[in-house]
């Protein structure tokens, strides 16, 4: 599906009502001020993610605008790789670059541990593929009471962070010098990249940060099917559809059962998807996002979202 987005107002494609971007986020700029920019440049009323980045961080965002945003949950759940550098010689509090100095030695400190232990460093470092729970840093979004855990902490507030479950499904380490380390990662959503590094750290008593992190993919979804920030802003980003990059199942159905679908009405039929798409058979455009229901009543399903309505 290759439909551009003109960034002049008086000459928006306004055919184009929902879709995805795939950005290439550079680093240095928040996720939300690179939704901002896209917003403003492209006159799209509607924007969302589907999970941020850190302002250092760069790689793969996928973006939905319009009334996609609704699929933003969506990918939430799906595996993701990275490419990070941990260097060698500062332990922050939020495990990069950005966040407050606790520890720091000199050069000659780090010179001498690593020749000391450069086989110690590279075995524990591919020991994290065995890794299976995570405490997420106290420096993210996550929420605790309704407050994020970054706010919460920053205020001096003190609070317990419960581990959580991840899976490493591949690890390589590409480069181990006297000064940094890096390494490519394949892990489950919900793994944080600064907290493996924080946790490695304190495992060797080598202080270390994550100073520069990358997103290679999400999912099936990978960085060369990103497009820059600048090309984005300018309309030439290629315009994804849902059918594209969700890997559900889909409903064929007729110019009838197309009406019935737009004014939220049922119909006589069971599904076995636990969720699904209704597209119209002729345009291949997306009418709805189902998921099934155990519920005896008016239907095998529910609609989680209807796309349009008739005029």
Request: aromatic fraction near 10%; charged fraction near 25%.
């Amino acid at each position: 599906m290759n439909l551009l987005i003109s960034p002049h107002p008086k000459k928006r494609n306004r055919n184009i009502q929902a879709g995805f971007f795939l950005l290439d986020k550079p680093s240095g700029l928040t996720s939300r001020a690179a939704l901002n920019q896209i917003k403003r440049s492209l006159s799209i009323q509607k924007i969302g993610h589907t999970g941020t980045l850190d302002k250092f961080a760069s790689g793969l965002q996928i973006i939905p605008f319009g009334a996609y945003t609704s699929f933003a949950d969506a990918f939430l759940k799906q595996d993701k790789t990275y490419r990070f550098t941990a260097s060698y010689g500062t332990y922050t509090d939020s495990g990069d670059s950005q966040g407050d100095v606790l520890r720091s030695w000199t050069n000659a400190e780090v010179a001498v541990y690593y020749q000391k232990n450069r086989s110690e460093i590279l075995r524990r470092t591919q020991e994290i593929q065995e890794w299976k729970e995570q405490i997420p840093p106290k420096i993210s979004a996550l929420k605790v009471g309704g407050k994020r855990q970054s706010d919460l902490y920053r205020s001096g507030i003190s609070f317990a962070s419960k581990s959580r479950p991840m899976e490493i499904y591949k690890l390589q380490v590409l480069q181990l010098t006297e000064r940094e380390l890096e390494v490519e990662i394949h892990v489950s959503s919900g793994t944080y990249i600064r907290k493996l590094v924080m946790d490695l750290s304190d495992l060797l008593g080598l202080p270390m940060h994550v100073s520069r992190l990358r997103r290679l993919s999400v999912g099936d979804l990978g960085i060369t099917q990103a497009s820059t920030l600048q090309d984005t802003c300018a309309g030439n980003a290629r315009v994804y559809s849902v059918t594209e990059l969700l890997p559900l199942p889909t409903v064929a159905v007729t110019a009838e059962e197309k009406l019935e679908i737009q004014y939220g009405r049922y119909l006589p039929h069971s599904y076995p998807f636990k969720k699904f798409l209704f597209i119209d058979d002729k345009s291949q455009k997306v009418l709805a996002w189902c998921e099934s229901t155990n519920k005896k009543e008016n239907s095998s399903y529910r609609y989680l979202r209807v796309f349009s309505v008739p005029e």
